[in-house]
């Protein structure tokens, strides 16, 4: 009985005082739902069978594209940024308001999705050099979108500042009652929260705690810490490893390995560069978040990923799996074999594909098909591909 079991896990979760506000359920998947919302959460585990044939290791991966609004791990950001807000007064759809967000796209994607089911508007920022695949999809979700130049986060026009400025300015302006609300994932602790609430416990459950190693890359982090302290701090399994996957360019590998924040393309103690250069959209930073600071201390390790060896895995999943992934779910493939390879054979390790590779066709996978793959002659193995011991 799927709805019994799963009452165990999705119930309220305790917390500090502070961090009261952990009361969003998924509904189980059995039988109808009702909205869109309960198309989210309670995703797949799937066993990725040619990485755990290749390493002796079983590779699981939370397949977070079957989330049914926006396609991805925000889903259950998005809906708990709202519904926190709503709690607070700070969104009411009665009200006409407008929900403001500063985005690579797959949060505004979810959001755009859950404003439209709740009766509110949704205003993203997004910076330039994504993919169009997804502001197309914001403009059809009837989002207003703005595409601002890339731009360093301490620049007001961020498309992180410029959505605060934004929705500062809607509520100021005394045009009518409603008001515009920030969501702020990158800070917000209701990020990391839906991930304690949902996406660890689903793991906790789908694995019985079988669960020797935890890989996601992080954009906000929300989603490396959410689960890493649901996982080791409330499911108590205190063996279980947590790693970032990094793509490069990203300073986090550095945070973690050595405690410094720099890139990989500079030198220790040069000014950190203030965008990310990689073709993998959607993780990697050079700024330490709210989100990431949750999680950090039950990181233990990091694993760099270059953007030749996603490429790689992207079309290793397709020819041996039939999965059509986007490019921060090969980084974490490509991390969670690394990983893999570092732990006792027989050992489980958890990873995450984020979103599908249909958000990816016009950057990411033209890269891929660039590469002419299909042309070279068949490595010996994985790890050959990949160019890793
Ligand atoms: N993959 C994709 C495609 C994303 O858009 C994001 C979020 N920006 C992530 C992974 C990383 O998730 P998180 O923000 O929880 O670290």
Redesign the pocket.
Same mark, same amino acid.
């Given at each position: 009985d799927m709805r019994r079991r799963s009452s165990l896990f999705w119930g309220p979760v305790q917390l500090e005082d502070r961090e009261k506000k952990l009361e969003l359920q998924l509904p189980p998947s059995a039988g109808v739902v009702e909205g869109i919302e309960g198309c989210i959460g309670n995703t797949p585990l799937v066993e990725i069978k040619s990485l755990s044939d290749a390493t002796g290791r079983t590779i699981l991966a939370k397949v /977070?594209f079957l989330n049914g609004a926006g396609n991805?791990?925000?889903d259950r950001?998005a809906l708990n940024m709202i519904q926190v807000a709503e709690e607070d007064g700070l969104l009411s759809p009665g009200r006409g308001d407008t929900i403001y967000e500063g +985005?690579? #796209? !797959?949060?505004g994607i979810s959001l755009a999705a859950l404003a439209r089911a709740k009766g509110y508007k949704a205003h993203i920022c997004m910076p330039n050099d994504q993919s169009l695949e997804k502001s197309d999809l914001l403009h059809h979700l009837g989002a207003t979108v703005e595409r601002v130049p890339v731009a360093p986060i301490t620049s007001p026009d961020h498309f992180v500042n410029l959505a605060r400025r934004r929705a500062q300015e809607h509520t100021d302006s005394n045009e009518d009652s409603s008001r515009g609300f920030f969501a702020n994932? &990158?800070e917000s602790h209701s990020?990391?929260q839906a991930?304690f609430k949902t996406t660890g416990p689903e793991i906790f459950y789908q694995t019985s705690g079988h669960v020797d190693a935890f890989v996601? #890359?992080?954009?906000? #982090?929300? +989603?490396?810490?959410?689960v890493a302290k649901y996982l080791k701090e409330e499911a108590k399994l205190a063996n279980l490893k947590i790693v970032l996957a990094d793509p490069q360019g990203s300073g986090l590998y550095n945070k973690v390995r050595h405690g410094v924040m720099y890139s990989s393309t500079e030198k220790e103690g040069t000014r950190r560069r203030q965008q990310v250069d990689t073709i993998v /959209? #959607?993780?990697g930073i050079n700024r330490i978040t709210e989100? &990431?600071e949750a999680g950090r201390d039950l990181i233990s390790d990091a694993v760099k990923v270059t953007d030749e060896q996603a490429c790689k895995m992207a079309r290793w999943l397709v020819e041996n799996d039939g999965i059509f992934a986007? !490019? !921060?779910?090969s980084v974490?493939c490509v991390a969670a074999v690394v990983t893999a390879l570092s732990l006792p054979e027989g050992s489980q390790i958890v990873t995450?594909l984020?979103?599908s590779g249909t958000?990816h066709l016009s950057k990411f996978w033209k890269q891929v098909a660039k590469m002419g793959l299909e042309d070279e002659p068949k490595p010996e193995s994985l790890t050959e591909l990949l160019g890793i011991k």
């Open positions: /977070e991805s791990p925000k950001v +985005t690579v #796209g !797959s949060t994932q &990158f990020n990391w991930h996601a #890359g992080a954009g906000t #982090g929300g +989603t490396i810490a959410g /959209e #959607g993780i989100n &990431f986007g !490019s !921060s779910s974490n995450v984020c979103d958000r």
